[in-house]
């Protein structure tokens, strides 16, 4: 049976209020709504206490923005600046953080007593490349059936592993039994970090290569390699 009243089936909304609509970041320009604001003019200085509505009009003269910078003070402190350079260079600091803050990730491999010598010298090509790339290797070799009766074949595969990266890693973990699986755990020489500056800095001096090699003088070749430095912070800003 349908009701008599359809409006009154209908889910009820809140109307949308845009004052209450939430914005990240500081208040800018028209957003200040305090009465009065304590100004920092654009090259640091302090111009006192005014009117928000003068404190605008000053920055919009100078075809430049009203941030408030501490809300919590009285009145609040607001900055004279550009906004938008700004948040280019808070940007910047982020992306220039992320490259320190690099994520080291442990790696795995997985072989078994009876991988021949074939597959295990293809596995060494990937934990040789996980290690240059900075990163840890989880080696694992899992028993089957009577194979646990013999773990001395998996010790001198693993053994075999380590040996054969000694001049870019290290053991971490010397191997060892966890149930029917025997690990090792590998370790780059050279941190991440490092891992990727070199990287950079190998990428620069190719590109310098290239210009000299194509008739270009030194003062492009290094401009050059600014510039791939310059993409690179790009595409760390734009992430």
């Known amino acids: 049976m349908l009701p008599s009243h359809p409006e ?19 208040r800018v320009n028209e957003r200040i709504r305090v009465p009065e604001v304590r100004v920092i003019g654009p090259d640091g200085e302090m111009l006192g206490i005014l009117q928000t509505r003068e ?8 075809e430049l923005d009203l941030v408030e910078v501490n809300p919590k003070a009285h009145p609040p402190v607001c900055k004279v600046m550009d906004f938008g350079k700004y948040k280019y ?17 442990l790696k795995e491999i997985k072989i078994r007593p009876k ?27 899992r028993f089957r059936g ?24 290290s053991v971490e973990t010397s191997a060892r039994m966890e149930g029917r ?18 990287r950079r800095q190998e990428e620069q001096r190719l590109r310098r290569a290239e210009v000299v090699a194509a008739g270009g003088t030194e003062a492009e070749a290094d401009a050059a390699a600014q510039e791939l430095e310059d993409e690179d912070e790009h595409d760390e800003i734009e992430a």
Do not use: W
């Open 181 to 198: 699986t025997m690990t090792l755990v590998l370790a780059p020489k050279i941190s991440k970090a490092q891992m990727m500056t070199k």
């Open 115 to 141: 991988t021949d010598d074939h597959d295990m010298d293809f596995k060494l090509k990937h934990i040789r490349r996980f290690l240059e790339e900075g990163d840890k290797v989880k080696i694992t070799c």
């Open 8 to 26: 009154e089936s209908a889910i009820n909304k809140p109307n949308f209020d845009p004052r209450q609509r939430v914005f990240a970041g500081p």
């Open 55 to 62: 404190a605008y009009l000053y920055a919009r003269e100078r």
């Open 89 to 105: 260079e808070e940007k910047k600091k982020q992306a220039d953080a992320r490259k320190r803050q690099t994520i080291v990730e």
């Open 146 to 169: 009577r194979e646990i009766t013999h773990p001395e074949t998996a010790q001198r595969q693993l053994d075999h592993m380590a040996q054969n990266i000694q001049d870019i890693g």
